[in-house]
């Protein structure tokens, strides 16, 4: 073997071992990044002062829509408290469709009964509607919540044959509703894992306006980034919707007021240019 075929062999010799390095060392990266993902337990967090409650996703969601459904009613901070301690009690914050030994036709997430006037099974499965339900009957029967205990408010809405029990989870409510209101920013926190596929920007928007029709929403045209106008309060409310809503619509980030929530970062940070809009990016 001539000197030059050495060379050659040489050289592929030390190509295939840098193949070998690089193929290695992506296959650990994803190893890597497949056990992180792994290790993940998604969930979201209010943090109110030293108070810190924990959701699933689905909850936190749910929380933000009866919170969402509060605001279009223009009712204040103080309903959206009541309504979400309700759910907690009734449903753990979930559109269950089953009832108990007390109720057999509740359903939903207020178990509502369609037996005592509350809508028919279909409309009391609709979360939007339920919550609008039991706004309906709140502000009929209890003119002045804001003065009242949860429990009392809620009791008197509901009419349940365990009263006292909305009262566990008054600081729940307030939490979330302090962050999903606006009045505490930044306050919500989700811990979730990457999206499995691309957001859905034309169904996010479509169900932040029917929980707040009077949310305005800009999608981009690759329809990964979402300009929502809104200023003080009601920004610090709409950017931890979108926080609260991230798993199911695939947000990636979402932006306000200087601060900047990031899903690969699991939690937030200062961020520029967030002024007078919402901004949120979705998964492409």
């Known amino acids: 073997?001539?000197?030059?075929?050495?060379?050659?062999?040489?050289?592929?010799?030390?190509?295939?071992?840098?193949?070998?390095?690089?193929?290695?060392?992506?296959w650990a990266a994803t190893r890597f990044i497949d056990s992180s993902e792994i290790m993940v337990r998604e969930h979201c967090t209010a943090i109110v002062g030293s108070d810190s409650f924990r959701l699933a996703p689905d909850q936190a969601a749910h929380a933000a829509l009866i919170s969402a459904v509060s605001m279009d009613r223009g009712l204040p901070a103080r309903a959206a408290s009541i309504g979400i301690a309700t759910a907690v009690q009734e449903s753990k914050l979930r559109n269950i469709d089953y009832g108990d030994r007390a109720g057999p036709d509740s359903r939903g997430l207020f178990q509502q009964r369609p037996s005592q006037g509350w809508g028919s099974e279909a409309q009391i499965m609709d979360p939007v509607y339920a919550a609008n339900r039991f706004y309906q009957e709140l502000e009929l029967l209890v003119p002045d919540f804001e003065d009242l205990d949860i429990t009392v408010a809620a009791q008197t809405v509901q009419r349940s044959a365990f009263p006292d029990a909305y009262a566990d989870h008054e600081p729940e409510g307030r939490a979330y509703a302090s962050a999903l209101t606006g009045h505490s920013p930044a306050a919500l926190n989700c811990v979730l894992k990457s999206p499995d596929g691309p957001g859905d920007a034309q169904a996010m928007t479509a169900a932040l306006q029917r929980q707040l029709s009077s949310a305005e929403a800009q999608v981009s045209d690759d329809g990964r980034t979402v300009l929502i106008p809104a200023s003080g309060s009601r920004g610090w409310a709409l950017v931890q919707w979108a926080v609260a809503n991230a798993q199911q619509f695939g947000v990636t980030s979402a932006s306000f007021g200087g601060q900047g929530w990031v899903r690969a970062d699991h939690g937030w940070a200062p961020a520029t240019g967030t002024e007078g809009a919402v901004t949120v990016t979705l998964a492409g």
Do not use: E, I, T
Request: hydrophobic share 50%.
């Open 1 to 26: 073997m001539n000197r030059r075929s050495r060379r050659r062999r040489r050289a592929l010799g030390v190509l295939v071992l840098c193949l070998a390095v690089v193929a290695g060392g992506a």
